[in-house]
């Protein structure tokens, strides 16, 4: 009777039990809602004296993060001074400021667990200051004396002018970085972009030399500040108020970036390192912000050899020929002047021919046949769900309004970026890759142990132009 009575209960049991099996569901059946964003308001106002503020609050941690970009830049450097802007940066943050010594400013930091960063770049001077909530009225006033007080230290100078001397003995260590300097060289001959500073040269650097930097470009309509954390306007206006308010702007300086040369003829640059793989990479003029193909020349891109995986480069070098680990393109896109197209790769030596025939057949391919729907879907989708994750914290949101401001990009890039690579067409992608993909005018630069490779050069049908490291 209790068996009877146990299988009765497992029969109802199961009776009463929903069916699962029918409504299992596989992941690729799996819907969700369509992904919404949009970009947060920055608040943006300007100080008595001409600074330009960009605000977000976040309140989330007792933290207070800030960037300022300082109009200026080593785009500016004279000819004869190449290389000066770096040390300035580099001096700036650590030849003591106000009534500190260098070595004062580092332990006074130090202290406060703050984090300063002071860096050039081609057309501005950036300053990253991170600290506690609690140290953020000293911090203003040490970032005060930073840029209106500072001391630029010979000690500190002398060790600036070092380290640059020695990066510049060590220049030819790794080929990447070899390959990359010979492209700029070849590409922009006696433009900043492609003059590579020289021992003798910061050997000259003085003391004066960054006071006139100073001078000239530490002013405060020349700065924009960007700031995010634990903090809320008024009381943040008052700070900077009180710091800078009596901070008198000087005389603007009207600067024009130096034109860039002619475009060379297609060549192959040579330069011979006794190494086992070679460092390719291949060049040729790119575009500038401005370009009204910039978004479809992005998804071209994508597709050709940004897309990591699902780029072509990558599924047909490394994924079905397995002649190189890594491959890739890009367009780097000039703020203000057009820059570059650049492919890469690192291959085997004896594989050097066959990558670079591949790379430039590619270019070709994408020039001269329409993309399938498939890939110019995955191309779009792919740089439209990945454009949240350049605003993973409050602060990139900030400071990227910051740049895009300082850079003169149209109102709105931000907000329609999605829109504006969604309504690229395949038609669009073939006719950028006609016009801005020039396998035919490449610089072709390889550095590696041509004894392997060289016999073979003839094929890429290029003149060939031997580089001594």
Not at 289 to 310: E, M
Request: net charge negative.
């Amino acid at each position: 009777m209790r068996y009877f009575l146990f299988v009765l209960f497992l029969l109802l049991v199961a009776c009463v039990q929903p069916s699962t099996k029918a409504k299992q569901i596989r992941p690729d059946q799996l819907e969700f809602p369509e992904l919404e964003f949009s970009f947060p308001d920055v608040e943006i106002a300007q100080l008595s004296n001409g600074m330009r503020l960009y605000f977000m609050p976040d309140h989330e941690l007792p933290l207070v993060e800030m960037t300022l970009m300082i109009e200026g830049g080593s785009i500016y450097d004279p000819p004869e001074k190449n290389g000066l802007s770096a040390v300035f940066a580099t001096v700036l943050g650590t030849g003591g400021a106000g009534e500190l010594t260098a070595s004062e400013l580092e332990a006074e930091l130090e202290a406060m667990a703050a984090k300063l960063a002071v860096s050039s770049s081609s057309y501005d001077y950036s300053v990253d200051l991170s600290l506690h909530l609690r140290d953020l009225q000293r911090g203003v006033e040490i970032l005060a004396d930073i840029l209106r007080r500072p001391r630029f230290e010979q000690q500190r100078l002398e060790l600036a002018k070092q380290q640059l001397q020695e990066a510049i003995r060590r220049k030819n260590d790794d080929p990447g970085e070899v390959a990359s300097r010979l492209l700029e060289e070849a590409m922009f001959p006696g433009h900043p972009f492609g003059i590579t500073p020289q021992v003798d040269v910061v050997k000259t650097f003085s003391r004066g030399d960054l006071q006139q930097l100073q001078r000239e470009y530490l002013q405060p309509q020349n700065v924009w500040i960007a700031v995010s954390g634990a903090v809320d306007r008024e009381p943040l206006v008052a700070l900077l108020e009180q710091q800078f308010g009596d901070w008198s702007p000087g005389a603007k300086i009207e600067r024009s970036a130096p034109s860039l040369p002619p475009a060379p003829g297609g060549q192959i640059l040579l330069a011979d390192k006794d190494v086992p793989q070679t460092s390719i990479k291949l060049g040729h003029p790119g575009i500038s912000k401005d370009n009204p193909d910039l978004f479809a020349l992005r998804v071209a891109n994508y597709i050709l050899g940004g897309g990591g995986f699902n780029s072509r480069m990558m599924r047909e070098i490394r994924s079905n020929r397995g002649l190189a680990y890594s491959v890739y393109s890009y367009f780097r896109v000039g703020r203000r002047l057009p820059e570059l197209f650049i492919a890469a790769s690192e291959t085997k030596s004896a594989s050097t021919i066959e990558v670079v025939e591949l790379m430039r057949d590619l270019m070709s391919q994408l020039r001269d046949q329409p993309v399938s729907e498939a890939e110019l879907d995955l191309a779009k989708q792919s740089l439209i769900n990945s454009f949240v994750f350049a605003f993973d914290d409050i602060h990139s949101v900030v400071s990227r309004k910051m740049r895009l401001e300082y850079f003169d990009y149209p109102d709105g890039y931000l907000e329609t970026y999605r829109e504006k690579v969604a309504a690229v067409s395949v038609e669009d992608v073939q006719r950028v890759a006609r016009k801005y993909l020039q396998p035919e005018k490449l610089q072709i630069v390889l550095v590696g142990d041509s004894r392997i490779f060289i016999n073979d050069l003839e094929d890429l049908n290029l003149p060939i132009k031997q580089i001594k490291l």
